[in-house]
């Protein structure tokens, strides 16, 4: 296959994708049309390269999940020796080498007492995985009324059935019927569009106001956990305000609330640490999901961390007759695995978290002097999650519909440029590869502001 594939010219795989590939996130308006996504031929380091030659230097690392760069050579390896040796093992009945080899490395780099490892296929099934969890919990402990799920407006947490319920961005959800009474939304930690004249420390106090009248208004019998991004991703790269993560977590523990943490994005490395909840935001959650990043993007993985204190509550005994009858062919995929020790070992063995713990204050830095461009509303970010929200009329203050077509603009000028933006609607975000360099964040900040 690999070799009829490089036998194809870019045309035809431009009309193979426009007669028979349906793509995510698509207009069927445009089917049968030739696809605006340009074709890539190559990756290396932080650089993509398309049908036409052109170099790009990638922005976003493909979805947030390009840590160690494209086309080294360890993974690569790794998954072709993983794959020669057994491609693949049910772990309904097996065990395998690398699945537990992983298990046990993310469970040392976990906070807490986080040392039980469920693998999923990726993001949104790492997520369902939990949720369903949580269910299962409950129910295990004779509190099957206890399942409401506190989630947060512009949150995005995957898009299955459930995690896209659970998303909050209003864009992904027309056309699905996914409303469920077992889900509660509750403000998005906004900075940019806090109420006027809140300072940090106000806003605080009154997102968390806002929970606690909500676990008041439903009652902490009906809740079963509070699912939350610890920087809103897709969302719009929202820094919660100081202390938030602590106190929706306090507030969590004392009404027996399961706290679960998507670390897709904030996971392996992105802010300069392994998992961002403890050691960034000082919190240790019952359930931490990742994915994107465990394998570097190289092959699809997720999967959750869950506490040794949860588990034990329902262990033993009170277990008996209950089984947590959720699993996929892929979980534990030996070759998946594989690609993820090689992964976590290049970022060990390369010093990536330290280094983005050096470079990521230049990358604020630099992407904070757009802040004077006229078109530019906002700059934000945390470690190597930046983004640059184009707000035109700034006496409005928020971002229009104009924005977004203006962001599009954007994007097409710095691809023709070599830069790849990406933009998620009014929003130029950028979270380059672990690896990046000074030299290419001035690169990057260059042609954005061009
Ligand atoms: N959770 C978060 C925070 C994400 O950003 C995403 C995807 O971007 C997901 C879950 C879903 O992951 P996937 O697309 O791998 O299913």
Same mark, same amino acid.
């Given at each position: 296959a690999a070799e009829v594939i490089a036998g194809w010219n870019a045309p035809d795989q431009v009309a193979a994708a426009q007669a028979h590939l349906l793509s995510p996130f698509e207009s069927m308006e445009k089917l049968g049309q030739t696809p605006d996504r340009?074709?890539?031929?190559?990756?290396?380091?932080?650089?993509?390269?398309?049908?036409?030659?052109?170099?790009?230097?990638?922005?976003?690392?493909?979805?947030?999940?390009?840590?160690?760069?494209?086309?080294?050579?360890?993974?690569?390896?790794?998954?072709?020796?993983?794959?020669?040796?057994?491609?693949?093992?049910?772990?309904?009945?097996?065990?395998?080498?690398?699945?537990?080899?992983?298990?046990?490395?993310?469970?040392a780099v976990t906070p807490g007492d986080l040392n039980h490892v469920f693998f999923t296929t990726g993001g949104s099934s790492a997520v369902d995985s939990a949720l369903r969890f949580m269910q299962f919990y409950n129910n295990v402990l004779g509190r099957a009324g206890k399942k409401t799920i506190l989630a947060r407006i512009d949150g995005y947490h995957g898009s299955s059935h459930l995690t896209a319920a659970v998303s909050g961005r209003a864009g992904n959800r027309p056309n699905f019927d996914l409303e469920m009474e077992t889900i509660s939304f509750l403000s998005a930690p906004n900075m940019f569009t806090r109420p006027e004249g809140m300072d940090e420390a106000a806003f605080c106090d009154h997102l968390i106001a806002e929970l606690?009248?909500?676990?008041?208004?439903?009652?902490?019998?009906?809740?079963?956990?509070?699912?939350?991004?610890?920087?809103?991703?897709?969302?719009?790269?929202l820094v919660p305000p100081q202390g938030y993560h602590q106190r929706t977590l306090e507030i969590c523990r004392r009404h027996d609330i399961l706290y679960i943490s998507d670390e897709v994005v904030t996971?392996?490395?992105?802010?300069?640490?392994?998992?961002?909840?403890?050691?960034?935001?000082?919190?240790?959650?019952?359930?931490?999901?990742?994915?994107?990043?465990?394998?570097? *993007? +190289?092959?699809?993985? !997720?999967?959750?961390?869950?506490?040794? $204190?949860? @588990? &034990?509550?329902?262990?033993?005994?009170?277990?008996?007759?209950?089984?947590?009858?959720? *699993? +996929?062919?892929?979980? !534990?995929?030996?070759?998946?695995?594989? $690609?993820? @020790? &090689?992964?976590?070992?290049?970022?060990?063995?390369?010093?990536?978290?330290?280094?983005?713990?050096?470079?990521?204050?230049?990358?604020?830095?630099?992407?904070?002097?757009l802040a004077d461009l006229p078109l530019v509303g906002d700059v934000r970010g945390a470690g190597l999650l930046g983004c640059v929200e184009i707000v035109a009329d700034r006496a409005k203050g928020v971002s229009t519909d104009l924005d977004a077509k203006l962001t599009l603009r954007i994007d097409r000028l710095c691809y023709d440029k070599g830069l790849i933006v990406r933009p998620i609607r009014s929003m130029c975000v950028m979270s380059p590869a672990l690896v990046i360099t000074r030299e290419q964040i001035d690169l990057m900040v260059r042609i954005l502001r061009e």
């Open positions: 340009p074709l890539l031929t190559r990756g290396e380091g932080v650089w993509l390269y398309d049908e036409a030659g052109r170099q790009l230097l990638d922005g976003p690392a493909g979805m947030w999940c390009t840590q160690v760069g494209y086309a080294r050579p360890e993974i690569a390896e790794a998954i072709a020796a993983q794959a020669m040796t057994i491609s693949y093992s049910s772990p309904w009945y097996f065990l395998n080498g690398p699945s537990a080899a992983l298990a046990a490395r993310i469970a606690e009248e909500r676990i008041e208004t439903l009652g902490a019998d009906s809740i079963g956990c509070f699912i939350a991004e610890p920087v809103l991703a897709s969302g719009g790269i996971g392996f490395g992105r802010l300069g640490h392994w998992f961002a909840s403890e050691e960034v935001y000082g919190i240790t959650p019952d359930i931490i999901t990742f994915a994107k990043g465990v394998t570097s *993007g +190289y092959v699809p993985l !997720g999967g959750f961390a869950i506490s040794d $204190a949860v @588990l &034990a509550r329902i262990a033993g005994e009170k277990s008996k007759q209950s089984f947590y009858s959720n *699993g +996929y062919t892929y979980s !534990g995929q030996p070759v998946a695995c594989a $690609a993820g @020790l &090689a992964s976590m070992d290049i970022i060990e063995g390369d010093g990536l978290l330290e280094h983005v713990r050096d470079i990521a204050p230049y990358f604020q830095a630099q992407l904070a002097t």
